[in-house]
């Protein structure tokens, strides 16, 4: 039985380091090491492998792996430090391993630089506003992080205000900074969030799946009502519909959307389409 | 770890957390108290009841600091709250695993992960693993250990009663065989919730 030869080999060497490679998908905890591609040729069948010495050391071809969150770099290995199960992204273009990292599910949000989060204004001091984003810290904003917005042309943001915004500055020694621009000085749908709707929070890892590419989810709320939605990916959502009413159906159904299987979900859509 | 550990046979062990009556029909346990001791708020204060909680949780917080990486995490602080609902034997060893479990579900990064296991030792020298508190209480020494689960290294130990060297070392081996039942109960129990995703 696998139970039963895990057990063994568990006994045997407390935590064998496994390659990354046979472990993608599957869970992995805090404390287990892995290997990359290129050190399994080193490594071996007992590791008693005889390679010929190479005088150019440069030959053996390296290839650099990005480690995201979750893993941590441990001498030449990835040490996982959250559970979650491993994935893997292979490079688009050009060289490169790609990107491993591990799919954990939390609650807490801690800020990363270029996500794009809703934030709540809670204080105005000066030139900066600042902003709760759900991390340790809040996060500051300056007035002239808006479009169009000058010295003279002050954008109207209240204490109590929502903001989308994105991150410029987000480690773990600094406060972090986001702005409500892009790059080339455009809103691009960031800025000040309108009057009415509902703001709650989910799971870090649901906002994942509903911002994935052809999530059905979406597709199937969209055609229910007509809606506004806002995701931020420190956990917290934003809705609006024509109605209260209908506001509060699509907040319930989207935070019960984590525990229900497509089936039901699917059984709850044509009752709310019906009714 | 605490001040009742022993190796020798012959030295009589204190039973450590016992109430210190302070005169005839007074049962009430020692008290200590702290002021101030918090500098934002405008006022703060400790209050100690018995000894017996406060070192309990010196020793979770010591194994977790011990096993979180926490220079991730500058200024800021890590709040661990412990509810008994039931003790049944061994509350140390239930308080660190449910401490372990709580630290991996809110995503907190850890170099491992640890487990608690109690053993207890009767009068004749039987080890008992996982005590019930019948078995705790009759017991000649009950003796707690945390391992970490990369190495089955020992990271805390917390022992009452009276012991020799020769079965400290039997209870720490046979703690460290039980702990990997408990590890793939963590395991099969983390790979249950995620599947369900």
């Known amino acids: 039985m696998a139970e039963a030869a895990s057990v063994a080999a568990e006994s045997l060497a407390g935590s064998r380091a496994r390659a990354a490679r046979t472990v993608l998908g599957q869970v992995v905890l805090p404390g287990e090491e892995l290997l990359l591609p290129e050190q399994e040729d080193a490594e071996g069948p007992g590791g008693a492998v005889e390679r010929p010495l190479s005088l150019n050391a440069g030959a053996r071809s390296r290839v650099r792996v990005v480690c995201g969150p979750g893993l941590r770099r441990c001498g030449d290995r990835l040490l996982v430090t959250k559970c979650g199960r491993l994935r893997h992204k292979e490079p688009g273009s050009g060289s490169g391993g790609g990107v491993y990292w591990v799919d954990s599910q939390q609650k807490r949000y801690v800020p990363v630089k270029g996500d794009h989060v809703i934030g709540i204004v809670t204080a105005k001091s000066g030139d900066i506003f600042k902003v709760d984003v759900g991390g340790s810290e809040p996060a500051s904003l300056s007035y002239l992080s808006f479009e169009g917005a000058t010295k003279r042309n002050r954008p109207n943001v209240q204490v109590g205000d929502l903001i989308y915004g994105q991150f410029v500055v987000a480690n773990k020694d600094m406060e972090p900074e986001m702005v409500c621009i892009d790059s080339c000085g455009r809103a691009n749908g960031m800025g000040v969030i309108g009057q009415d709707g509902l703001l709650f929070k989910v799971t870090l890892g649901l906002i994942r799946k509903l911002l994935a590419p052809d999530c059905e989810i979406i597709q199937e709320v969209g055609k229910l009502y007509p809606l506004e ?12 519909a024509k109605t209260i009413q209908q506001t509060l159906i699509l907040a319930n159904i989207l935070e019960a959307c984590e525990h229900m299987t497509s089936d039901q979900r699917k059984q709850i859509f044509s009752r709310l389409a019906e009714s | 770890m605490e001040e009742e550990m022993h190796t020798d046979a012959k030295i009589r062990a204190e039973t450590g957390t016992g109430s210190s009556p302070r005169g005839p029909g ?13 500098s934002r708020p405008d006022g703060s204060a400790s209050f100690l009841q018995g000894v017996a909680e406060k070192s309990r949780e010196r020793l979770i917080r010591n194994t977790c600091e011990a096993v979180v990486l926490g220079t991730l995490h500058p200024r800021t602080s890590i709040t661990v709250v412990l509810q008994v609902v039931s003790d049944a034997g061994s509350l140390l060893a239930c308080c660190l695993n449910a401490a372990c479990m709580a630290l991996v579900d809110a995503g907190v990064p850890m170099r491992a992960l640890f487990c608690g296991v109690t053993c207890a030792l009767d009068s004749d020298g039987t080890l008992m693993l996982d005590p019930t508190s019948k078995q705790e209480k009759e017991a000649r020494a009950v003796l707690t250990f945390a391992l970490d689960s990369v190495e089955r290294k020992l990271l805390m130990s917390s022992t009452k009663g009276l012991y020799s060297d020769a079965e400290l070392q039997q209870c720490l081996a046979a703690a460290q065989a039980a702990s990997q039942h408990v590890f793939r109960f963590y395991r099969e129990s983390l790979q249950r919730r995620y599947s369900k995703s």
Do not use: D, T, Y
Not at chain 1, 229 to 240: A, D, E, S
């Open chain 1, 229 to 240: 939605i806002v995701f931020g990916m420190n956990g917290r959502i934003w809705v609006k």
């Open chain 2, 26 to 38: 007074c049962s009430l346990r020692h008290f200590a108290c702290e002021q101030n001791l918090l």
